[in-house]
């Protein structure tokens, strides 16, 4: 029997270095675990520059029974441009592949077609660029390579980087829907919207938001934000 409501959450780690300039992967997997949900995505969850090794380790993630999705890059150390994915053993991966997208800086986003507890679930996790120009441009190439797939009900998660309201995003996400602000940046007292969710028709938001509990204030610049999904 299929549950009512599955929880993905995004987090944008800063490489867990929180604003105390500590690098505490161990703290940022606190700020995961109390999010309860059943599937993570990660920004920033490698260092930048080559060879790119693994902010959050591996191995560190695996012993809090998390699963790394492994999305086919062999020079990633967690997934790629810094866009990781966790799941719980309940969820089930059967795709995954990762997306190059245009723009000054290195941007890429990663694309999983799972088996969950609401059923099928595509999860596309993103870090979009600074200049809205590049983000308008990176979101449809998403939408291009979402076209080349089977329908699937579909998550978009991710850092916009995008400070004014949805709208603004609309023309490049059609057959989307950008889920309402909720504040995530900076994290002691968050004023702009970066991290948000778009989702299919055949999903309904149940409720979404933040995540601002200890130690979640200090372990990043950005909060997580979540969101409780159930089938239209």
């Not at 959050?56 to 790394?68: I, K, N, S, T, Y």
């Not at 600074?130 to 390579?145: D, G, V």
């Amino acid at each position: 029997m299929k549950a009512q409501s599955i929880r993905i959450a995004s987090y944008n780690l800063q490489k867990c270095v929180g604003l105390d300039l500590r690098r505490r992967p161990d703290r940022s997997l606190q700020v995961i675990a109390n999010l309860c949900a059943e599937l993570v995505v990660l920004q920033e969850a490698d260092k930048r520059l080559p060879p790119r090794p693994a902010a959050l380790p591996h191995d560190m993630a695996e012993a809090q029974g998390w699963r790394v999705v492994d999305f086919g890059d062999p020079a990633a150390s967690l997934g790629f441009h810094g866009n990781a994915m966790l799941i719980r053993p309940g969820v089930k991966v059967l795709t995954a592949d990762h997306i190059d997208l245009p723009g000054l800086e290195p941007r890429g986003a990663i694309r999983a077609d799972l088996e969950t507890t609401i059923g099928p679930l595509r999860v596309i996790g993103t870090h979009l660029g600074l200049i809205r120009r590049y983000r308008l441009l990176q979101l449809r190439a998403i939408m291009r390579h979402l076209a080349h797939l089977g329908p699937m009900p579909t998550v978009l998660a991710g850092d916009f980087n995008e400070w004014g309201p949805a709208r603004a995003l609309d023309n490049a996400t059609p057959g989307l829907l950008i889920l309402p602000e909720r504040p995530s940046f900076p994290s002691p007292r968050p004023v702009a919207p970066l991290d948000r969710f778009a989702i299919s028709g055949d999903l309904v938001a149940k409720d979404h938001g933040t995540h601002s509990a200890r130690p979640a204030r200090v372990a990043s610049d950005h909060l997580p934000v979540w969101v409780d999904l159930v089938p239209a």
